[in-house]
């Protein structure tokens, strides 16, 4: 087997993507590893969280204990008596997701116990615990003390800190650092010797469990915790209100640091203030938290004043605010990546789907190139010399042609006969469709002819369509959205124009928009049963730009026209069972699904009939049955996908491609699109 780089789920010892379709089954099997965590289900032992009633705590009592209930897993939380209720906060969440009967199996199943922080409550000892989730408070020596006592009592049992910045080293136990919110994002970073059990069944779970380096605060805190720092320090020196600051951090990187903090909570400007004081410490000012942020982690006061001026406060100098704010973050870059913290992918996954960075922070670096990024730290050491001499790492820029730099969300493997492609990254951008190009150049270079086109099963448990950031500049610009709708286009036809046999395969609870258009260019398309497939343009309203208005009707007969013009003018979803014959070639649970892949790739006995592609003309019908009437705009909205439809159906395959690009580059200038949902996310970014 070849890859272009290691695959993310060989970090977590689970060998490489292709060998789940060969072998047809996934790496982590949720049963078996729930089993050796927990013991057999005739000896059931229980998850306990201490600093249950905490903001991480009672947030990961309830995603682990959803997942858990199945398995009749107790789960028991451990805090002091007078700890507000922060389970009990939690119960309205869980019923909006679950549905009250659920939700009521899930917090019955949760076990609340009380303790003085120096015994352990009697009670505990029935419930067998296995395995001891730790929340409490960010001071080490409680920490040490308290796991003290659980070994005490229990001598086999797993224990597991979410601390947000002590490392492995200090702690003496595995890290397992969630993200926030914490009852909904799934990303853990881990710090383990080798991947433990525990973690694999995270990954069985649903969760996205990621391996990391030991090294104090680990990624996201350092990326979080930095952008607060760069955003309080750029107010310091232009005294722009906070809320302003916010608003340009976001324009120029993604997040509102210092709105987060105001919405998490008083603790986290502690929080912050204790990752970022340990990490001076240990490296240097860089990390120094400012004196504004020391005060207010004493006092606890928000950051936004509830009396917010109306009056505007422009930007003087963009150089100034790129200086204070991305010269630190490169620099703290400079010094995960001279650390190996991670694999690059790692790296940049945790940027995106944990400090809400638009891209990762490595994709942003490549974008910017290595000479501008060490120009732009020089100029942040002339406004602030103390940290030129703390951890500066600038030749760790120089590799970026390496296949770890270049391919930070797709990869490729191949056993010499058939090649698989992951994407990593949950929506589609111009990195993707970058390194997808890179990708089926690499398969080709390697004599591949027979490819599947897949998720990672690893970092994207989903695939939400395209990133509609990519669209900001064709609002305003109509040969921006061309280009995006032609190229786009473009890398998704390879699929079916360049290999033997392709295979889209869909492995997650979704597939929606430009990722479907991009997996409906294979050959043939497979999916597991429930995965929820559809083209929800039309409610944005956007024009499908990647063939969605004429791709899958030339593959279908003119019997299943009516299903696809409602896919389409609707856009609502239908689970891919229902798909089957007029959208999937194939749909099943997840081991039959992966055998009949491969099967397709490897030149097996299958089954399927090929559905092509027809190049000629179609006749497509101008009205759908049984569509229900919508307001005026999106009524609108359905006749400008009809136009698209019947003018890219009404040609050659060939012609069809700038076709469509038209309509969807054209309709971007519409008002419709303008005050929709791109057009005001754009407003609400973009226009500050």
């Not at 910045?165 to 200090?170: H, L």
């Not at 099943?588 to 055998?595: C, H, S």
């Amino acid at each position: 087997m070849k890859s272009m780089r290691q695959t993310t789920l060989e970090t977590l010892g689970l060998g490489p993507v292709i060998d789940i379709f060969s072998k047809g089954k996934l790496p982590a099997d949720e049963k078996s590893l729930v089993d050796k965590v927990f013991g057999p289900a005739k000896n059931r032992g229980s998850l306990v969280i201490s600093g249950g009633n905490g903001i991480v705590g009672s947030g990961k009592a309830m995603q682990l204990g959803a997942r858990l209930l199945p398995y009749d897993v107790p789960i028991v939380t451990l805090d002091l008596p007078d700890a507000p209720d922060g389970i009990g906060q939690q119960f309205g969440g869980l019923k909006g997701s679950f549905g009250a009967k659920t939700a009521n199996e899930i917090m019955a199943n949760i076990v609340k116990l009380n303790y003085d922080g120096a015994s352990l409550p009697e009670a505990l000892a029935s419930f067998k615990p296995r395995f001891l989730l730790e929340a409490i408070p960010e001071i080490l020596k409680l920490k040490k003390s308290h796991y003290g006592l659980m070994r005490k009592h229990f001598e086999d049992i797993e224990i597991r800190s979410v601390t947000s910045g002590f490392p492995n080293k200090e702690l003496g136990v595995g890290i397992l650092h969630p993200s926030f919110p914490h009852p909904i994002n799934k990303v853990w970073e881990v710090v383990e010797d080798t991947p433990s059990d525990i973690t694999r069944m995270l990954l069985a779970l649903g969760l996205v469990p990621i391996m990391v380096g030991d090294h104090w605060s680990f990624i996201l805190d350092v990326l979080f915790c930095g952008i607060t720092q760069a955003a309080i320090r750029y107010h310091e020196a232009t005294n722009m209100p906070y809320w302003k600051v916010d608003k340009y951090v976001r324009r120029l990187i993604g997040p509102n640091p210092v709105r987060a903090h105001d919405a998490i909570g008083p603790g986290a400007s502690f929080l912050t203030w204790s990752c970022l004081h340990h990490l001076a410490e240990t490296y240097g000012e860089v990390f120094r938290p400012s004196p504004e942020l020391v005060r207010r982690k004493n006092s606890g006061e928000s950051w936004y004043s509830s009396n917010r001026p109306v009056v505007d406060w422009g930007l003087d100098d963009e150089e100034l605010l790129n200086s204070w704010v991305l010269g630190p973050i490169f620099q703290m870059t400079s010094l995960m990546l001279h650390e190996n913290r991670a694999p690059l992918s790692h790296m940049n996954a945790i940027g995106e789907l944990c400090a809400q960075f638009t891209k990762g922070i490595n994709a942003f670096v490549r974008s910017y190139g290595a000479d501008k990024v060490i120009k732009t730290v020089k100029a942040y050491h002339k406004l602030h010399p103390e940290a030129k001499g703390s951890c500066w790492y600038p030749k760790v820029f120089a590799k970026m042609d390496s296949p770890e730099w270049q391919q930070l969300y797709v990869n490729a493997e191949h056993d010499g006969s058939v090649g698989v492609i992951t994407i990593s990254r949950e929506s589609l951008n111009w990195d993707v469709v970058d390194e997808l190009n890179r990708a089926v150049n690499w398969l080709k270079s390697e004599k591949i002819k027979k490819v599947i086109l897949t998720g990672d099963f690893h970092m994207s448990t989903q695939l939400v369509g395209a990133d509609t950031t990519e669209f900001y500049p064709a609002l305003a610009d109509e040969k921006a959205g061309f280009k995006v709708a032609k190229n786009w286009s473009k890398m998704a036809r390879r699929f079916h124009n360049e290999f033997d046999v392709s295979v889209g395969f869909i492995d997650g609870k979704r597939c929606l928009g430009g990722m479907l258009e991009l997996m409906m260019h294979c050959h043939y398309l497979v999916s597991v049963d429930d995965a929820q497939l559809g083209m929800p343009e039309v409610t944005l309203p956007v024009v499908p730009g990647m063939e969605g208005c004429h791709w899958a009707l030339r593959k279908a007969g003119s019997g299943d026209y009516q299903k696809i013009l409602g896919l389409l003018l609707s856009g609502k979803s239908v689970r891919a069972k229902d798909a089957s014959g007029w959208l999937v070639d194939y749909t099943g649970k997840m081991e039959p699904a992966l055998k009949k892949a491969w099967q397709i790739a490897s030149g097996g006995k299958h089954g399927l009939k090929l559905r092509k592609v027809k190049d000629s003309a179609l006749k497509v019908p101008k009205t759908v049955k049984g569509l229900p009437a919508g307001d005026p705009a999106l009524e609108a909205a359905r006749k400008a996908l009809m136009d698209c439809i019947q003018a890219s159906c009404g040609t050659t395959l060939a012609q069809a491609l700038d076709v469509q690009a038209k309509h969807s580059a054209g309709f971007m200038l519409n008002k419709l699109c303008q005050k929709g949902a791109i057009g005001s996310s754009a407003k609400k970014m973009m226009d500050i």
